[in-house]
């Protein structure tokens, strides 16, 4: 299925690929254990406008979320059981379209290659990626946290054409 509107662009400038996000976001909130209490004391703190959102989570994270702060969230099977790679298909089908990932730059993890494939997603579909708190912050009080939002993206398919060809 392809979430692709679009493609603008002028002539001979870079094209682009255009993917529409709602007033209502699509959020995914993950985080390391070491973490967790942070993106809680976060999620607690920034309730309200999360609970304008559609919230999704990796199934640990979004066991707390929900225990702790009441928060409605869709669960996905925990990070170590495939949370990730599950969380990482969806922004490429476009169900998803906001990531929180609390990541822990300090434990190596059985599942780290999934935590960066997810990463690496994230970026390829130009999705908003906090990784800190302080980041976080800024996203969550953006101003296109309530507006519509078209995402951009290179126009990955003409790329992948030229490849092929030469
Ligand atoms: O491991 C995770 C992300 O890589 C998070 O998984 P849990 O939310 O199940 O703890």
């Not at 679009?6 to 400038?13: D, F, M, P, S």
Request: charged share 25%; aromatic share 8%; glycine share 6%.
């Amino acid at each position: 299925m392809s979430v692709i509107k679009e493609v603008i662009g002028k002539e001979n400038l870079m094209p682009y690929q255009k993917i529409s996000m709602g007033k209502r976001k699509k959020i995914a909130l993950i985080a390391h254990d070491n973490k967790k209490p942070d993106l809680v004391e976060w999620a607690d703190f920034n309730k309200d406008i999360l609970s304008q959102h559609s919230l999704l989570a990796t199934g640990t994270t979004g066991e707390m979320l929900s225990r702790e702060l009441g928060l409605e969230v869709t669960r996905f099977e925990s990070g170590p059981l495939g949370g990730d790679q599950q969380i990482g298909a969806r922004i490429t089908e476009g169900f998803i379209d906001f990531l929180v990932f609390f990541w822990d730059p300090l434990e190596p993890h059985p599942h780290d290659p999934d935590v960066k494939a997810l990463l690496r997603i994230a970026v390829v579909w130009n999705i908003p990626l906090a990784c800190n708190r302080a980041s976080a912050d800024f996203m969550i009080s953006s101003p296109l946290m309530s507006e519509e939002y078209d995402r951009l993206l290179i126009d990955y398919k003409s790329r992948m054409e030229k490849r092929y060809i030469t």
